[in-house]
């Protein structure tokens, strides 16, 4: 049981339901349950990410209608390919999560590891 009065799997589901938002809602509120804190640690870190690359693809698909117009369905098409790619990361974290996976995001889940026994 999650101390939120989840159980484990639902909070960790949770955590992932709203990316990096709801995954700093969970890390910051849950206090006993270490898969519950790995899982919202993930996401913040893993869908900050992803949140931070679509909108630098996008302001800077923006600034290129004005200095270079060319550019600007790259930029278009690379938000769009990581906003896609965060999609299916997600459903994928989702449904481990909800297995009762502790299943590390690569690249993130070792950030989130330190991340969580640092804070925990």
């Given amino acids: 049981m999650s101390s939120t009065g989840l159980s484990s799997p639902l909070a960790?589901?949770?955590?992932?339901?709203g990316w990096w938002v709801t995954g700093g809602i969970f890390w910051w509120l849950e206090r006993h349950d270490h898969s519950?804190?790995?899982?919202?640690?993930?996401?913040?870190?893993?869908?900050?990410?992803?949140?931070?690359l679509i909108g630098l693809f996008a302001a800077l698909a923006a600034a290129s209608l004005s200095f270079l117009p060319s550019m600007f369905g790259f930029f278009?098409?690379?938000?769009?390919?990581?906003?896609?790619?965060?999609?299916?990361?997600?459903?994928?974290?989702?449904?481990?999560?909800a297995r009762g996976d502790e299943w590390?995001?690569?690249?993130?889940?070792?950030?989130?590891?330190?991340?969580?026994?640092?804070?925990?």
């Fill in 104 to 120: 590390r995001i690569p690249a993130a889940g070792a950030l989130a590891e330190r991340l969580h026994h640092q804070a925990f």
């Fill in 76 to 97: 278009a098409g690379a938000a769009a390919l990581t906003w896609a790619g965060g999609v299916v990361l997600w459903g994928i974290a989702i449904w481990k999560a």
């Fill in 12 to 17: 960790a589901v949770l955590a992932y339901s």
């Fill in 36 to 52: 519950v804190r790995l899982h919202a640690a993930q996401s913040v870190i893993a869908f900050g990410f992803i949140a931070l």
